[in-house]
């Protein structure tokens, strides 16, 4: 019997066993006295991890388990890491050397371990772990070396002696170069021989590092370039290997241990196919759905190869499989504990780091109780590997400091970490490895659910993770199969369909942080504060007694014919409140937040459902609510539609404006009606603001197309009282009205924009359209500003008008609506009694007087303590009337408000005299500023009309842009503005091109990395800029609506605790802690307790860094500004000023995370500078070329 195979009789039985299973295995021991403990032993009792970050505490804990004392080495780039903190001893290395080199400087770490005791060192995996130079200065220095001995690591290490090792041990190799290479036309060669594909990989490391596949010839050269580069910078050496690439195989690693007695055993495979830039993202133990004598051969082939160079130590040998051939290849040894360790352990029961440190110390495999019969595997383990890279940006690496951090645990969960916590900072100098998950489970499919659920539990904010494309990978049905290949990620782009993630908690603190240090994010147009206040809903509201009956349900019953048929049936006066719209654009600058309208909205369906309409939206709100409220006007539709579905909401539509301030496209205003009545809005108030027909009329069509209640509407101007004034007299108006019933009205709108309509006119001109339509509903509008207001209602309710619009009294008066509590107490008891309860109005008008006092930086009164008939004269509408006064304050011109005033009517004059509502009425303001500020007369203008810079809005104005006024544009003062420029002569609209809805959804997606659905793509149409901003406001700062009003709009106090309702069920609670002081990078860090735990937030004092020079950032959008794909360090430039460039030239190569990018030219150019240099440190998205 052959010395290999003496063994004790007792132990027969159970290799015979193994040997049938397991043929070949020599998983036996070479002489009698291995079987006992007879052999030389040397117990460590310091041990020094070579290592850093997660792998560094692996060691470490398996050491204290042991009772070894510990050392850890860390660069300066380290010093926070908390391998550092785990260890007895942690010591300094690599002084003033860049961050990799310190790992890699042995003789210091050498030095460094004679000088402190150590015994023993083990490398870990990556950095020194497969140099056999390491392993030797070890051994010479008479420390251990927790790995195979020099000879093994070098030839395992030398990718061709690896290879040589296979053939001489009868294992199948892939076609590959006899030895390493060095040069690119040495690679060009290898493939005129063997073909294409082929796979360039590091000759001295693994990890994926230093590895690319080449299938053209073309590419050869730049990929060789950047494989030796990224091999050198992370192994010390830029030799390369090249062999035939195996299209779609799995990769398949046997995990084996080795004594120093030449015993060596396998602790089964595992399936590591799922990989991208071969690297491993997600590894499975054992290998799923492998054939049963497939798994025998790779497993015999493994220990043979080992045993046949004496191997010692752990080490894994890797292999490709071929499906389609059903054959498999040996690729290499790793001469070293893999990163996926983990699962190896956690189904054999094995603790892997433990054993290398007993193999080390002279024990031997039978010591461990390490029988290959004996060896197992128990169910399936997978892990998934949590790295800082973005998978929407092809996995670029991302750095920064972690805001938060919480991990997902439970049975059959195991964590693997280091620097995963809280405040962490994650350096681009390193592997991108954040933690490494592992669950075990009975079957491979439940291993899997127990992942994704614990992957799902993770909060890491902060930096970018793989984390999402990690639970899409789990959850894929080819995955759960337990077959993929190598190719898997590249062949299931919807793999890469990632949810956005939402991080509403962490980017609202971010918002707090900043309003905190920087103030308001929305210019407060006055110095008075919001009130501390909380404002009280009024009791009455009830939930799951369903809704009392409104005019809705009439709506829905019987469609907007019948609605107006019902509406003239009404006996009593009905009301519309403009509260939620119109009061506050007239009194607050139109700032209400949708927090707290949607506090109030059900007390009115509950307790007021006898009101006709509620105006709630559109107008300026539209705009407004994403520019500087950072809401969304659809979600404000949305939530106040749910809350209030019995009454009729009302919009403010101006034609073919739509809810903007310039034309659009005609299929812009069709769309916007068709989604506004999906949404929830019911009547659509169409005006125009030159009451010019075409407008109106299109617009008109736009709703009753919709489904709509169309309510055309007349704008009044002028005094129909006074019958010296004959432009816009009764006849004017009666023939407006005869356009809009024929053009198919519901209901006849009357806006009285201005609040001229006085009480004898409004008689005359209700009386006289009630007379020619006894049938056609009349709905009136005006405002307060003159006092009137109640007056001029009674007065047309009595001459037949059947609906008004009235604001609640505490937000009702001077520019706002008349007053609804006088309304309907003036009402009570006679035929027209509205049917209000004054009690409700009471308490309606109750909560809004608290809550104004929350918007008092926008207060109108601040500047206008009451109403003033001036109105009659200066014609400024309501809702333009404290914007005017606010611009004018902005502009410095507060002192001359009064002078700014009679400019507009002097303004107005010379334009014709026209209609003023938004948009006419900014037109005549522009033009009254402009005076103002340039010490205008309206003769002055007209004398040097042809030499002066006009407002934009004015010269639109006279091309016809908006319309065409009554009576025609003044001459020769439309000549001479437009100076010879042709004019518009027809509707704006019938000329602008159908707007392309799908062209914007893909730049959209291009740009914010997101699909928008219908309502966001009408709101980027109709404002493109606000939206754009809006996008990156949200995205930075997320649903900052959920705010209370205060909070939102100054900031919280110091100790100050609140309460933000993210949605049902979901309740944050919010403490401002404290504010740091001032960084050398001007940032405060702001602390916060949210749910009773710590958070804190960097934020950049924009005051305080004024004075300090930041490196510019690249302009979106603009393609010849070439910013950094990615945090991490300039390795070369290849390109210098003016040199002329092609698109998808080189310009230079970017190296973070040991992973190196090519920084291509995006456009055909010249370099008209270069922002950077060699080994400059760059952020995301610094500039790097302007390219012209």
């Known amino acids: 019997m052959p010395p290999t195979v003496l063994l004790a009789h007792r132990h027969m039985s159970p290799l015979l066993k193994t040997c049938q299973r397991f043929p070949l295995l020599r998983c036996y021991l070479k002489s009698d006295a291995s079987v006992g403990k007879n052999?030389?032993?040397?117990?460590?009792?310091?041990?020094?991890?070579?290592?850093?970050?997660?792998?560094?505490?692996?060691?470490?804990?398996?050491?204290?388990?042991?009772?070894?004392?510990?050392?850890?080495?860390?660069?300066?780039?380290?010093?926070?890491?908390?391998?550092?903190?785990?260890?007895?001893?942690?010591?300094?290395?690599?002084?003033?050397?860049?961050?990799?080199?310190?790992?890699?400087?042995?003789?210091?770490?050498?030095?460094?371990?004679?000088?402190?005791?150590?015994?023993?060192?083990?490398?870990?995996?990556?950095?020194?772990?497969?140099?056999?130079?390491?392993?030797?200065?070890?051994?010479?220095?008479?420390?251990?070396?927790?790995?195979?001995?020099?000879?093994?690591?070098?030839r395992m290490g030398d990718k061709v002696e690896a290879r040589q090792a296979a053939l001489d041990a009868n294992v199948p190799v892939v076609p590959g170069s006899p030895g390493p290479i060095t040069t690119p036309e040495e690679a060009l060669e290898f493939c005129e021989q063997y073909g294409l594909p082929v796979i360039l990989k590091a000759a001295y490391g693994g990890g994926g590092r230093g590895m690319r596949v080449v299938r053209?010839?073309?590419?050869?050269?730049?990929?060789?370039?950047?494989?030796?580069?990224?091999?050198?910078?992370?192994?010390?050496?830029?030799a390369m290997f090249i062999e035939k690439f195996i299209e779609c195989p799995r990769h398949i690693e046997v995990q084996i241990l080795g004594d120093k007695y030449g015993n060596v055993v396998h602790l089964c495979e595992r399936d590591c196919s799922v990989q991208r830039r071969h690297q491993k993202l997600v590894e499975i133990a054992p290998a799923p759905n492998l054939d049963a004598d497939i798994r025998k051969s790779?497993?015999?082939?493994?220990?043979?190869?080992?045993?046949?160079?004496?191997?010692?130590?752990?080490?894994?040998?890797?292999?490709?499989?071929?499906?389609?051939?059903?054959?498999?290849?040996?690729?290499?040894?790793?001469?070293?504990?893999?990163v996926e360790h983990t699962v190896t352990e956690e189904i054999t029961g094995v603790d892997l780091v433990r054993s290398q440190i007993r193999l080390a110390e002279g024990r031997s495999l039978n010591d461990l109780n390490l029988r290959q019969e004996e060896i197992e595997p128990r169910g399936y383990a997978i892990q998934c590997r949590i790295t800082t890279e973005d998978p929407a940006k092809n996995f670029q690496p991302d750095s920064g400091r972690i805001e938060v951090f919480q991990n997902g645990e439970g049975m059959g969960i195991r964590l693997d970490s280091a620097s995963a916590f809280a405040g962490a900072i994650i350096s681009p100098y390193y592997d991108s490895l954040l933690v490494k998950v592992i669950a075990h489970a009975k079957d491979f499919r439940l291993a899997s659910k127990k992942?994704?659920?614990?992957?799902?539990?993770?909060?890491?904010?902060?930096?970018?993770?793989?984390?999402?494309?990690l639970i899409n990978v789990l959850k894929h049905e080819k995955f759960l199969t337990g077959a993929v290949d190598t190719n898997f990620i590249d062949a299931h782009p919807d793999l890469f369909n990632l949810p956005e993630s939402k991080q509403r908690a962490q980017k609202l603190l971010r918002y707090l942080g900043h309003v905190v240090i920087n103030g308001p994010t929305t210019l407060l147009a006055t110095k008075l504060q919001p009130s501390d206040v909380e404002p009280t809903v009024p009791p009455g509201t009830h939930h799951g007694n369903g809704y009392p009956h409104g005019w809705r349900n009439i709506l829905l019953e019987q469609g907007p014919t019948g609605f107006a048929k019902a509406i003239r049936s009404c006996s009593h006066l009905l009301i519309t409140d403009t509260t939620m719209r119109d009061a506050h654009q007239s009194l607050l600058a139109?700032?209400?937040?949708?927090?707290?309208?949607?506090?109030?909205?059900?007390?009115?369906?509950?307790?007021?459902?006898?009101?006709?309409?509620?105006?709630?939206?559109?107008?300026?709100?539209?705009?407004?609510?994403?520019?500087?409220?950072?809401?969304?006007?659809w979600e404000r539709l949305e939530q106040l539609r749910s809350a209030v579905p019995?009454?009729?909401?009302?919009?403010?539509?101006?034609?073919?404006?739509?809810?903007?301030?310039?034309?659009?496209?005609?299929?812009?205003?069709?769309?916007?009606?068709?989604?506004?009545?999906?949404?929830?809005?019911?009547?659509?108030?169409?005006?125009?603001?030159?009451?010019?027909?075409?407008?109106?009329?299109?617009?008109m069509d736009a709703v009753g197309i919709a489904g709509g209640v169309v309510e055309g509407s007349i704008c009044y101007s002028g005094d129909l009282s006074n019958p010296k004034l004959d432009k816009y007299n009764l006849k004017y108006y009666l023939d407006l009205t005869d356009e809009l019933v024929k053009a198919g009205t519901h209901i006849l709108g009357i806006k009285d924009m201005a609040g001229l309509l006085k009480p004898n006119a409004a008689r005359l001109l209700i009386s006289s359209i009630r007379d020619r339509y006894p049938d056609l509903p009349i709905h009136l509008h005006t405002h307060d500003t003159a006092g009137a207001g109640v007056a001029c209602l009674l007065a047309a309710a009595e001459a037949g008008v059947d609906i008004v619009d009235v604001a609640v009294d505490s937000m009702s008066g001077l520019t706002s609506q008349p007053s609804m509590g006088a309304v309907v107490a003036c009402l009570k008891n006679t035929d027209l009694d509205t049917n209000l309860s004054t009690k409700a109005v009471s308490s309606y008008s109750a909560y809004w007087e608290q809550t104004r006092n929350l918007y008092a930086p926008f207060e109108c009164t601040a500047t206008m303590r009451s109403g003033n008939a001036d109105v009659y004269e200066n014609q400024i509408p309501g809702g333009q009337y404290t914007n005017l006064?606010?611009?004018?304050?902005?502009?410095?011109?507060?002192?001359?408000?009064?002078?700014?005033?009679?400019?507009?009517?002097?303004?107005?004059?010379?334009?014709?005299?026209?209609?003023?509502?938004t948009p006419s009425s900014k037109i005549v303001g522009d033009l009254a500023q402009?005076?103002?500020?340039?010490?205008?007369?309206?003769?002055?203008?007209?004398?040097?009309?042809?030499?002066?810079?006009?407002?934009?809005?004015?010269?639109?104005?006279?091309?016809?842009?908006?319309?065409?006024?009554?009576?025609?544009?003044?001459?020769?003062?439309?000549?001479?503005?437009?100076?010879?420029?042709?004019?518009?002569?027809?509707?704006?609209?019938?000329?602008?091109?159908?707007?392309?809805?799908?062209?914007?959804?893909?730049?959209?997606?291009?740009?914010?990395?997101?699909?928008?659905?219908?309502?966001?793509?009408?709101?980027?149409?109709?404002?493109?800029?606000?939206?754009?901003?809006?996008?990156?406001?949200?995205?930075?700062?997320?649903?900052?609506?959920?705010?209370?009003?205060?909070?939102?709009?100054?900031?919280?106090?110091?100790?100050?605790?609140?309460?933000?309702?993210?949605?049902?069920?979901?309740?944050?609670?919010?403490?401002?802690?404290?504010?740091?002081?001032?960084?050398?990078?001007?940032?405060?860090?702001?602390?916060?307790?949210?749910n009773g735990q710590l958070r804190s937030i960097l934020i950049t004092d924009k005051e305080a860094t004024k004075s300090i020079s930041f490196h510019p950032k690249a302009l979106k959008g603009v393609k010849g500004s070439v910013g950094s794909p990615m945090p991490g360090e300039i390795v070369t430039i290849n390109v210098k000023e003016g040199d002329i460039v092609e698109k998808g030239q080189k310009l230079a190569t970017l190296s973070a995370m040991k992973m190196e990018m090519s920084v291509t030219s995006p456009v055909s150019g010249c370099i008209r500078k270069i922002h950077v240099t060699n080994g400059m440190k760059v952020s995301g998205d610094d500039l790097l070329f302007d390219i012209e």
Request: aromatic share 12%.
């Open 451 to 469: 992942m994704s659920r614990s992957l799902s539990e993770f909060r890491i904010h902060g930096v970018k993770t793989n984390i999402p494309f």
């Open 590 to 633: 139109t700032r209400v937040r949708t927090f707290d309208l949607l506090r109030i909205a059900p007390y009115l369906a509950y307790k007021m459902p006898q009101l006709l309409s509620l105006e709630n939206w559109g107008g300026a709100t539209f705009d407004v609510s994403m520019r500087f409220l950072h809401e969304c006007p």
């Open 930 to 1090: 402009f005076m103002v500020q340039n010490d205008l007369t309206a003769e002055q203008v007209l004398d040097r009309a042809e030499e002066l810079s006009f407002p934009e809005s004015v010269i639109e104005f006279f091309n016809g842009e908006i319309g065409f006024p009554y009576g025609g544009f003044p001459e020769p003062l439309r000549t001479k503005i437009m100076r010879g420029q042709k004019t518009t002569t027809e509707r704006a609209g019938t000329s602008i091109e159908p707007f392309d809805f799908e062209k914007l959804a893909e730049n959209l997606k291009k740009k914010f990395n997101r699909n928008f659905d219908e309502r966001d793509l009408l709101s980027a149409a109709l404002y493109p800029k606000v939206f754009d901003e809006f996008e990156e406001f949200r995205k930075i700062y997320g649903p900052v609506d959920r705010l209370p009003t205060r909070i939102f709009f100054v900031g919280p106090k110091i100790a100050e605790e609140f309460p933000v309702d993210l949605e049902k069920g979901k309740m944050l609670h919010i403490k401002t802690l404290a504010v740091g002081e001032l960084t050398k990078s001007g940032e405060r860090e702001v602390f916060f307790e949210m």
């Open 298 to 338: 790779l497993l015999t082939d493994a220990v043979r190869l080992a045993s046949s160079v004496g191997y010692e130590n752990a080490g894994t040998v890797e292999f490709l499989y071929d499906q389609t051939s059903g054959k498999y290849y040996f690729i290499e040894v790793n001469a070293r504990l893999q």
């Open 39 to 154: 052999h030389p032993e040397r117990r460590i009792k310091k041990l020094m991890a070579a290592n850093r970050g997660e792998i560094a505490i692996r060691i470490f804990r398996a050491c204290t388990e042991m009772n070894i004392r510990t050392v850890a080495i860390y660069s300066e780039q380290d010093k926070m890491q908390m391998h550092r903190q785990k260890a007895d001893e942690s010591y300094l290395i690599g002084k003033g050397l860049p961050p990799v080199a310190a790992y890699l400087n042995i003789p210091e770490i050498i030095q460094l371990a004679k000088k402190h005791n150590v015994e023993a060192i083990h490398p870990g995996y990556g950095f020194l772990s497969e140099r056999s130079e390491f392993a030797k200065a070890c051994a010479d220095a008479g420390i251990i070396f927790i790995g195979p001995p020099a000879r093994v690591v070098k």
């Open 885 to 917: 006064q606010f611009q004018s304050y902005s502009l410095g011109l507060g002192d001359q408000f009064e002078n700014v005033k009679r400019k507009y009517t002097e303004a107005n004059q010379l334009l014709g005299d026209i209609i003023k509502v």
């Open 216 to 238: 053209r010839l073309e590419d050869i050269r730049q990929n060789f370039e950047l494989a030796s580069s990224e091999a050198l910078a992370a192994f010390g050496n830029g």
């Open 646 to 699: 019995n009454i009729p909401f009302q919009m403010l539509l101006r034609g073919a404006n739509a809810v903007g301030y310039k034309n659009y496209p005609d299929n812009i205003v069709y769309k916007f009606c068709e989604v506004a009545v999906k949404n929830g809005i019911d009547i659509f108030r169409i005006f125009d603001s030159l009451n010019y027909l075409p407008n109106l009329i299109m617009g």
